[in-house]
T-cell receptor, first 114, second 115 residues
Framework: AQKVTQAQTEISVVEKEDVTLDCVYE???????LFWYKQPPSGELVFLIR??????QNEISGRYSWNFQKSTSSFNFTITASQVVDSAVYFC???????????FGAGTILRVKS | GAVVSQHPSRVICKSGTSVKIECRSL??????MFWYRQFPKQSLMLMAT?????????EQGVEKDKFLINHASLTLSTLTVTSAHPEDSSFYIC???????????FGPGTRLTVT
């Protein structure tokens, strides 16, 4: 069975701090896709990144970076120099190669205080 | 690119009435659309998956006669909550995916309140 665990329910940081959101997944498939989505207070989920299981290269996009480690089944998300606008719920999700269904983690609430 | 709209954003209806929610992909053709329900401070719960021109596939425990889904075109899917009850009050979110792609793009959600 597939499963995504986001162990951090809520994280609070002060602006300009770096913060890492953890994501651990479980699957027996060799080909799969991992995602991060951001859900701000407005409610709309915003797609941040997709990572394929066969591509372990880490990615950086501005203040965002992602660390994919197949050996530990983790796909962690780091925000550098956090800002108040980063306050949101962040979801990690898993998709099987031939599947339709996104398996979501429980989400991590990030609060960035000024 | 990859914009999904949902209408209405908020709706209040009386118990026993039906409510229709529209989901549109604005700049791409969505061969597959998904409907989710989200309770406060919880993750998304997939209700059903629909492919254009086909009947929707409902998740276990979701009443297909109560939550009618139609995906009549490559840019439009509708969810109709029939004979709504207060326990149907929730945040409903749709998403859309283009053929050959893996990302789902989400609409802004519809807050349904049944009084």
């Amino acid at each position: 069975a597939q499963k995504v665990t986001q162990a951090q329910t809520e994280i609070s940081v002060v602006e300009k701090e770096d913060v890492t959101l953890d994501c651990v997944y479980e699957t027996r498939d060799t080909t799969y896709y991992l995602f991060w989505y951001k859900q701000p207070p407005s409610g709309e989920l915003v797609f941040l990144i997709r990572r394929n299981s066969f591509d372990e290269q880490n990615e950086i996009s501005g203040r965002y970076s992602w660390n994919f480690q197949k050996s530990t089944s983790s796909f962690n998300f780091t925000i550098t120099a956090s800002q108040v606008v980063d306050s949101a719920v962040y979801f990690c999700a898993l998709l099987m190669e031939y599947g339709n269904k996104l398996v979501f983690g429980a989400g991590t609430i990030l609060r960035v205080k000024s | 690119g990859a914009v999904v709209s949902q209408h209405p954003s908020r709706v209040i209806c009386k118990s026993g009435t039906s409510v229709k929610i529209e989901c549109r992909s604005l700049d791409f053709q969505a061969t597959t659309m998904f409907w989710y329900r989200q309770f406060p401070k919880q993750s998304l719960m997939l209700m059903a998956t629909s492919n254009e021109g086909s009947k929707a596939t409902y998740e276990q425990g979701v009443e297909k006669d109560k939550f009618l889904i139609n995906h009549a075109s490559l840019t439009l899917s509708t969810l109709t909550v029939t004979s709504a009850h207060p326990e149907d009050s929730s945040f409903y979110i749709c998403s859309a995916r283009e053929a050959g792609r893996y990302e789902q793009y989400f609409g802004p959600g519809t807050r349904l309140t049944v009084t």
